[in-house]
């Protein structure tokens, strides 16, 4: 992506030629196969809430921090590296780290000097590179979307732990777990399956809610509550709006009661933010917990203090997940399936990259899973 522009968000990406230096020690030169396309791709050409290439001081950025690539060479010098040259890998996308190995900044994001997988070729830190398992049971697309998978975890084990320093011993099938759309709810709601929980997620195309009850996740039909939203700020005077988000609320608010025999949601999966958080804490139950691992429609949020407290409510907020905890999450799903279902995928031919762009930011996506393909497997 270059310098501001005009247009949708596609029309900040610019198909050129860039040069790094020779491989350092430690550094991997790669060829990116297939990038999974992620909100924060969107931040960055939208540039909100930053503007990365401000941030990171640079003309230009070569976006793409989550994707399958295949190594071409390494130079290991005197460092021990996990990766051989032909090896297929998952980008781990820790730019740098704090001294527990979470990430500060994120690699070709907001990561001064970090390439990522929108280019043809490209070269890392080989520290960055997980391979994928040999003889794996899935495919390349579906180990694409590992972003999501990784995120997820962590999340998840977060808030999960959270929720039971409060609630002990009650089973889990009493309780509903909640997620407004999108693939990183989905995949941390098959989790909340897999432990034992209700499970009920948002879609909003006649796509998604197939795809939600072939999983087993309870559909809700974000096209029954269309003001659900908040105002926007044209909005706010017409008190029409307002009226017809009471009503929308209202009859969300009777589904989640419906779904929770009148409890409310013990943990909600909340990734949208500021225009639907008001109704994310109305629809929590007692002792629940808000979790977050992104903020897609708005960043800034408020509540009051003390309701929160009395009712008990606790709110978790992560970011990425632990570097060293990667293998084992990899782990996890070659053994347990835990992945995208196969065929789940869209993908892009690497031309169509900035339609890509326009198509994720204007919700004409069904899959929960869109990438692009930059070289043939």
Not at 61 to 79: D, Q
Not at 220 to 241: G, H, I, K
Request: aromatic share 10%; proline share 5%.
């Amino acid at each position: 992506m270059a310098g501001p522009q005009d247009g949708g968000p596609g029309s900040a990406l610019r198909r050129d030629r860039f040069a790094f230096g020779p491989l350092e020690e430690g550094e991997a030169l790669v060829e990116p196969i297939l990038g999974s396309w992620e909100a924060n791709m969107d931040h960055a050409l939208t540039r909100s809430p930053i503007d990365v290439c401000s941030s990171r001081g640079e003309d230009a950025v070569v976006l793409g921090n989550l994707g399958v690539v295949r190594v071409l060479k390494v130079n290991a010098g005197s460092r021990e590296v996990r990766v051989r040259e032909g090896d297929l890998c998952l980008l781990l996308p820790f730019g740098r780290l704090d001294r527990f190995d979470y990430a500060e900044l994120a690699y070709a994001y907001d990561a001064p000097g970090t390439i990522g997988l929108l280019a043809e070729r490209t070269k890392m830190d080989a520290r960055l590179l997980l391979p994928i398992p040999d003889g794996t049971a899935y495919s390349l697309p579906q180990w694409a979307t590992y972003g999501r998978y990784f995120t997820a975890w962590d999340n998840w084990q977060k808030a999960y732990g959270c929720w039971r320093t409060q609630i002990a011993d009650d089973d889990p099938a009493n309780h509903l777990v909640f997620g407004w759309g999108g693939g990183v709810a989905f995949a941390e709601l098959m989790l909340a399956k897999r432990a034992g929980f209700r499970v009920a997620m948002t879609a909003g195309s006649d796509e998604r809610v197939a795809f939600l009850r072939e999983n087993g996740i309870t559909a809700v039909d974000r096209r029954r509550f269309p003001a659900l939203s908040l105002p926007t700020r044209q909005e706010r005077a017409d008190r029409d709006r307002h009226q017809r988000r009471r009503t929308s609320v209202e009859d969300f608010l009777g589904v989640v009661r419906d779904l929770s025999d009148g409890h409310g949601v013990a943990i909600f999966v909340d990734n949208i933010g500021e225009p639907l958080y008001d109704v994310t804490l109305t629809a929590l139950a007692r002792e629940g917990v808000v979790t977050t691992c992104g903020w897609k429609a708005g960043m800034r949020l408020s509540h009051l203090r003390g309701a929160e407290s009395i009712s008990r409510h606790l709110h978790v907020n992560t970011h990425v997940w632990r570097l060293p905890d990667s293998p084992g999450i990899r782990d996890f799903q070659e053994a347990e399936g835990w992945i995208a279902p196969k065929g789940s995928d869209v993908i892009y031919d690497f031309d169509r990259v900035p339609e890509l762009a326009d198509d994720y930011a204007n919700a004409r996506i069904g899959s929960y899973f869109p990438m692009y393909r930059v070289n043939p497997l």
